[in-house]
T-cell receptor
Framework: DTGVSQDPRHKITKRGQNVTFRCDPI?????LYWYRQTLGQGPEFLTY????????KSRLLSDRFSAERPKGSFSTLEIQRTEQGDSAMYLC????????????????FGPGTRLTVL | GESVGLHLPTLSVQEGDNSIINCAYS??????FIWYKQESGKGPQFIID?????DKRQGQRVTVLLNKTVKHLSLQIAATQPGDSAVYFC?????????????FGKGTRLHILP
């Protein structure tokens, strides 16, 4: 399977614990995105990488959240001191930068990591 | 505030019939639109996209229509099948967004009735 993969698929943790999620993008894609999705809502943008550089962070990303993409390939999203409000599906997407005028880079999503904070 | 929304939260269609899912967007500067399908427990799956210089685009059993005058987007699914049951999201990208960050609407749940 050459799509976007995420690990783990499910995570249950107690409030106050730290959690880390991993995303492996499609191999030739240089852009990687993290989104959060709560029940009945569309995905909300959290942060974005182009290669190893983190270029944008949403105001939804509090200082308890940190994301890295050290070698421009896989990425990790860490949540420190988890709160019940962090319970959600965390989605990763990747795309190949559109370099031709008029083209677009389509984002392809992974299966997500469902986080439950007790 | 949210710039992309949907007219109906749920839609039920008889198997074999055609379905139309609607979406309204508020940013007239949006230049790229995407429809995603999300099945339970899975991530969104790309279905079809359209740029603002087009008003119609067809795929396999799916057609996206864009009406820029009224800022309306629709997804038509022909000859619906049980596997089409899912939540469908429209998403938009506009030039003020840096780096192709797309904004999702809330989704429409499509039920295919046997």
């Amino acid at each position: 399977d050459t799509g976007v993969s995420q690990d783990p698929r499910h995570k249950i943790t107690k409030r106050g614990q730290n959690v880390t999620f991993r995303c492996d993008p499609i191999s030739e894609h240089n852009r990687l995105y993290w989104y959060r999705q709560t029940l009945g809502q569309g995905p909300e943008f959290l942060t974005y990488f182009q290669n190893e550089a983190q270029l944008e962070k949403s105001r939804l990303l509090s200082d308890r959240f940190s994301a890295e993409r050290p070698k421009g390939s896989f990425s990790t999203l860490e949540i420190q001191r988890t709160e019940q409000g962090d319970s959600a599906m965390y989605l990763c997407a990747s795309s190949l930068e559109a370099r031709l005028a008029g083209s677009t880079d389509t984002q392809y999503f992974g299966p997500g990591t469902r986080l439950t904070v007790l | 505030g949210e710039s992309v929304g949907l007219h109906l939260p749920t839609l039920s269609v008889q198997e074999g019939d055609n379905s139309i899912i609607n979406c309204a967007y508020s940013n007239s500067a949006s230049d790229y639109f995407i429809w995603y399908k999300q099945e339970s427990g899975k991530g969104p799956q790309f279905i079809i996209d359209i740029r603002s210089n087009m008003d119609k685009r067809q795929g396999q059993r799916v057609t996206v229509l864009l009406n820029k005058t009224v800022k309306h987007l629709s997804l038509q699914i022909a000859a619906t099948q049980p596997g089409d049951s899912a939540v469908y999201f429209c998403a938009e990208n506009f030039p003020m967004n840096r780096d192709d960050k797309i904004i999702f609407g809330k989704g429409t749940r499509l039920h295919i009735l046997p």
